[in-house]
């Protein structure tokens, strides 16, 4: 919390730049404040608080501000890892939205909630290929899918493109290795599924592409769906995918996608309006994979007795589910399951349960390839307005890969705007001084040093070097298996390149965003003023335990305890018990002989317990305040209240807290008094000199 109010005060511009018609409006420890600073800083805080503050009583907090901020800077609290760990994390948080092309951030979004409006249903065939991967890698995977795309489309391969197929396959890292061994599954797999597509094609049913796919498809899922995914909508699939789903007209199959999985053969089949989020949930009767005629007959005929009770009255859903449902997982929660779009489950399932019209509607039974169910609907969720989803549709794209869209925009925005050039003769020379060792995890970029001032990159006038690459290449190092370092080299440059342009823009937005440069002084500063704060005051009054002490002792008779009463109080079940707790008293038995006694016979019957009250807190010790038995019963008009009898142990007069009982407010007294000797402090090493005529003229 004290970070937080700390905060309130110091997050405040303190940027206006000094110009010839911004005068001085006072100096701490010497140091020039502009009239703009401080103007920022009153007209800023007068707008968040309730209780306006004088210009004058601003000015003093100001002043006050400024000395801890240079104090903290003069003790170097600026340099340490703490505080530039949690600053520069800020930062990168702050610049965020401005290293995204605003515009085409925008689009983003609003394509994004229009998708939502719309599910596609669609089909794939993989060819995987890792985002890393070498071009030759590449241009294998690439080939083999351009071949079965085209062959989808009645443009079988040649024998010639066969071949050079072949030839790639047997360069590629993947085989090379296993190659050698004369008999490579992977390499025959791979070959085949190119050399036969002729055939395949030809063996196809009525839907050639989910005839293919499993014989050509390099996704494991292939076995189960034969590639069919369902329907979908925006942010189900990844982004590159998504693109090629939404910008085919069904019927027609997709030109190559390429994801981090690989490369994408994308058929669409339909699209409809979205049918918006459901939860439902079902009873379910199982059937087994394998499941003979006769098992789907018994397992059909025990749900529709289950639905017939159900439509009949006999038995309600709920129970239903307990009784007869095969789902453990859901049988617990009353058949729900959780919220689902399409595309989650069986098409089936999907079906009966957005057809059904209002909330509680049960279902008939379904079936589905996991066995029979009848479902019931909890709730619908349609889309909501695009200024509703506007928020969390950007939170959505920054995790998504379309995130990267307005950053690559900005990229080339920059580029444009700084006449970019690269040198890539300059950039290949590396590779020179590139070995094993870089795999292995174990090279330098102090081997570069013969070649280290040769240009690479040219951004607004400023250049980048081998040097700042090879350093860069270095931050990357990881071990890795043995691979081509030419195409590693230059996948790891295109990375470097638009890193640079964008570390190149972030260092300029201070320029070029006055709001930018004022967040990120003010959290700087922010930070600063909680550190020396917490040093100077919080954390030494707690750590400080001999000047903690030496101030108790000074300061003691503040922290008193009032003259008290010890009592002990008998809550006894009616007044019969109360009696015999009086008589015992008056035979000065113990409390712990008085309810051994009372509870051997009458269990339950007492209860007692000791404290200590002021005077105020019990109106019957009060009017005694002396030590004894007090005879009256304290329970008035209230019947089921039981009887109390009070003993007066002693009465306690006033005294000290010792420092244990008294530690809080002990501290935070401290800590008052370390802060105040801390001000007269700064306000000798940084003395205030205000100029009034100016201070007159803020509004």
Known sequence: MKRISLYTFSL??????????????MKVGGKPITKSEFETLYNKNNNKTIDKKSVEEYAQMFAEYKMKVFEAEANGLDTTPQFLNEFN????????????DKNTSEKIVEEAYERLKTEVKAAHILIRCKEDDLPKDTLEAWTRANLIRNALLGKLPTQKEIAEYDKLLRNSTYIESDFKKKDSAVYKAKLNSVKNLAKYIKEAGNDKFLSIAPKTSDDPSVIDNNGMLGYFSAFDMVYPFENAAYNTKPG??????????????VKVYDKRPSKGEIQVAHIMVKFPKDATPDDKEKAHKKIVEIYQKIKNKQTDFEEAVKQYSDDEQSKPRKGLLPPFKSGRYPESFENAAFALQNDGDISEPVETPYGWHIIKRIGLKVLPPFDAMKNELKNKIQKDQRGYAGKSALIDKIKKECNFTENLKNRDQILKFLDSTYLNATWKADKVKPIENLELIKLCNKTFTIKDFAQYLESQMIVRSPTELKGLM????AKWRDKVVIDFEESRLPQKYPEYKQLLNEYRDGILLFDITDREVWSKAVKDTAGLRRFYEQNKNKYMWKERADI?????KDEKIA???????????????INETIIKKNPLSIMSYSTSVFKGENPLVDKYWKQGIISENNKGNDAERPVEVIVVNQIIPEKPKTLLEARGQVTADYQNYLETEWKNYLKKKYPVEINKEVLKSIQ
């Open 89 to 100: 994390n800020y930062k990168k948080q702050l610049a965020a939205p401005y290293l995204n």
């Open 252 to 265: 027609d199959i997709a030109p190559l996608a390429r994801t981090k999985y690989g490369y994408h053969i």
């Open 12 to 25: 405040i511009s303190f940027l206006g730049i000094a110009q010839n018609n911004d005068p001085v409006i």
């Open 490 to 493: 230059h996948n790891l440059y």
């Open 568 to 572: 002990t109080i008998y809550k006894c």
């Open 579 to 593: 009696a015999e707790v009086r008589k015992m008293l008056s035979k000065n038995k113990t409390e712990k002989e």
